[in-house]
């Protein structure tokens, strides 16, 4: 079945450091990619849309200019946060869907999440 | 307004005794639903989604959910939980073209 890779699994930096988030599509191809940000026992929350090839889509109240996402190829895509942090330390999730270009993208094809990636910043 | 609420943030069962986890969305939103679960540190995985028809939505694990207009709640039930069922469980709406999460509940399950 279709599969999301998501690298790394944790990642601990220091404030004021860069990170980068890997999301990658390993038997299927994804012109949209979505990412989401989970706060301790809280529900996960869309951050951004990913689009190959052009911008992404951030959401209401999600810094841009922080939360760099490049979408490079149809298997790929990153999330940078720049200048990390502590309030930034949390758990984001990437997500995909074969062929699909909407967020609910799951009309005939579910929407395959990776497995987090756990971001700690001292 | 939050479109889908999950009223329960942890619910405790015996192993092999049934559970109802409980979601109700705002009508406001488009009537697709769906319940996903979460093992610790790991992504999501779709156990069961409800697009049209038929009400009684069987997925995975053998759970499954009813979709109830009248209610507009989409309940997850399993008959018999297994410790392997721990996890948590997040009932999710489509809204704009978004998928829109609830807060999440917390399956124990108690030996």
């Known amino acids: 079945g279709a599969v999301v890779s998501q690298h790394p699994s944790r990642v601990i930096c220091k404030s004021g450091t860069s990170v980068k988030i890997e999301c990658r599509s390993l038997?299927?191809?994804?012109?949209?990619m979505f990412w989401y940000r989970q706060f301790p026992k809280q529900s996960l929350m869309l951050m951004a849309t990913s689009n190959e090839g052009s911008k992404a889509t951030y959401e209401q109240g999600v810094e841009k200019d922080k939360f760099l996402i490049n979408h490079a190829s149809l298997t790929l895509s990153t999330l940078t946060v720049t200048s990390a942090h502590p309030e930034d330390s949390s758990f984001y999730i990437c997500?995909?869907?074969?062929?699909?270009?909407?967020?609910?993208?799951?009309?005939?094809?579910?929407?395959?999440f990776g497995n987090g990636t756990r971001l700690t910043v001292t | 307004a939050q479109s889908v609420t999950q009223l329960d943030s942890q619910v405790p069962v015996f192993e092999e005794a049934p559970v109802e986890l409980r979601c109700n969305y705002s009508s406001s939103v488009s009537v697709y639903l769906f319940w996903y679960v979460q093992y610790p540190n790991q992504g999501l995985q779709l156990l069961l989604k409800?697009?049209?028809?038929?009400?009684l939505v069987k997925g995975i694990n053998g759970f499954e959910a009813e979709f109830n207009k009248s209610q507009t709640s989409f309940h997850l039930r399993k008959p018999s939980v297994h410790i392997s069922d721990t996890a948590e469980y997040f009932c999710?709406?489509?809204?704009?073209?978004?998928?829109?999460f609830g807060k999440g509940t917390r399956l124990h399950i108690l030996p």
């Open positions: 999710a709406v489509t809204k704009d073209d978004k998928i829109i």
């Open positions: 409800y697009l049209s028809g038929s009400t």
């Open positions: 997500s995909a869907s074969p062929g699909q270009v909407s967020a609910s993208a799951s009309y005939n094809s579910p929407l395959h």
């Open positions: 038997d299927f191809q994804a012109t949209t």
